[in-house]
T-cell receptor
Framework: QKEVEQDPGPLSVPEGAIVSLNCTYS??????FMWYRQYSRKGPELLMY????GNKEDGRFTAQVDKSSKYISLFIRDSQPSDSATYLC??????????FGSGTRLQVQP | GAGVSQSPSNKVTEKGKDVELRCDPI?????LYWYRQRLGQGLEFLIY????????KSGLPSDRFSAERTGESVSTLTIQRTQQEDSAVYLC??????????????FGEGSRLTVL
């Protein structure tokens, strides 16, 4: 079993929809949670960074961490075609390198 | 440069050949990582350098893989006797990070390796 599980998609939504992306994990020692966005043939770029449980909002993006359920989410409001990319969750304990999910491919249709 | 620079961007090689991939991190970043991304997969950690500390090599998949870093500058990932399963995009990232692995990672665009 992988430490971090993520549905690969693809997830196709119409422009303006609310998108929900999720990851589950098995290592209860994970404390730092991140979401990266990766456009085709580009390197990942950091979208959101959360320490421990709770919510964090940045513009149209909201990250949620539920440590009791070992479940993290990324919500995108008013989705745009430019949001079409692969979204990777990542997490770590602070004592070793980031563990990434396999990524969810998102397509926002105009 | 402004970002993490990797070369070559694409490399096609024959099975059994050695390859070298280069990473030039953001100036001043003390931490440097190599990750591997197979088609349709997430990122697989390979190796981590932090300043002058001994590197964390726990992710290297076999002794055919090695990496070096000169001080806090350029790093080279070497794959000896390449196999077809080594085909992947090799991503380098750097960060300000301390020893706690928690710094934001800035990724290069990757070196796409194809082993025939």
């Amino acid at each position: 079993q992988k430490e971090v599980e993520q549905d690969p998609g693809p997830l196709s939504v119409p422009e303006g929809a609310i998108v929900s992306l999720n990851c589950t994990y098995s290592n209860s020692a994970f404390q730092y949670f991140m979401w990266y966005r990766q456009y085709s043939r580009k390197g990942p770029e950091l979208l959101m960074y959360t320490y421990s449980s709770g919510n964090k909002e940045d513009g149209r993006f909201t990250a949620q961490v539920d440590k009791s359920s070992k479940y993290i989410s990324l919500f995108i409001r008013d989705s745009q075609p430019s949001d079409s990319a692969t979204y990777l969750c990542a997490m770590n304990t602070g004592r070793r390198a980031l563990t990434f999910g396999s990524g969810t491919r998102l397509q926002v249709q105009p | 440069g402004a970002g993490v620079s990797q070369s070559p961007s694409n490399k096609v090689t024959e099975k059994g050949k050695d390859v070298e991939l280069r990473c030039d991190p953001i100036s001043g970043h003390t931490a440097l990582y190599w990750y591997r991304q197979r088609l349709g997969q997430g990122l697989e950690f390979l190796i981590y350098f932090q300043g002058n500390s001994a590197p964390d090599k726990s992710g290297l998949p076999s002794d055919r893989f090695s990496a070096e870093r000169t001080g806090e500058s350029v790093s080279t990932l070497t794959i000896q006797r390449t196999q077809q399963e080594d085909s992947a995009v090799y991503l380098c990232a750097s960060s300000w990070g301390t020893s706690s692995y928690t710094g934001e990672l800035f990724f290069g665009e990757g070196s796409r390796l194809t082993v025939l």
